[in-house]
């Protein structure tokens, strides 16, 4: 009964009959409930602390391996150089040029 309500399936109804009082087993049942999610939670908790204090020595490598990775997207192309190389508020002004920019790759 309290495994399938920890999955979800309530029935709080079987406490209606019971002779101390039906707010006695539905009282019961949510602080089970309680310390069930207390503890689900806590288990998160520690495999996501685990799974960091794994991964926290190799961060810097892992940043590096993604940064040589991606360098090949970086390069300077001739025929769209100018359009990647312009800064946020400039690079609109060049987008009226982009058809010609294309005859220009072809």
Request: aromatic residues 16%.
């Amino acid at each position: 009964m309290l495994f399938e309500a920890s999955l979800g399936q309530w029935d709080l109804s079987i406490f209606d009959t019971l002779h101390i009082g039906p707010y006695v087993g539905k009282i019961y049942m949510i602080i089970v409930l309680m310390m069930n999610l207390v503890l689900l939670l806590n288990l998160i908790i520690a495999i996501l602390s685990n799974t960091y204090t794994i991964f926290a020595p190799r961060s810097l490598a892992l940043y590096y391996d993604g940064v040589i990775d991606n360098i090949a997207m970086y390069k300077y192309s001739k025929a769209f150089g100018a359009l990647i190389c312009g800064s946020p508020p400039f690079n609109l002004t060049m987008l009226p040029f982009l058809p010609f920019f294309m005859f220009i790759s072809i």
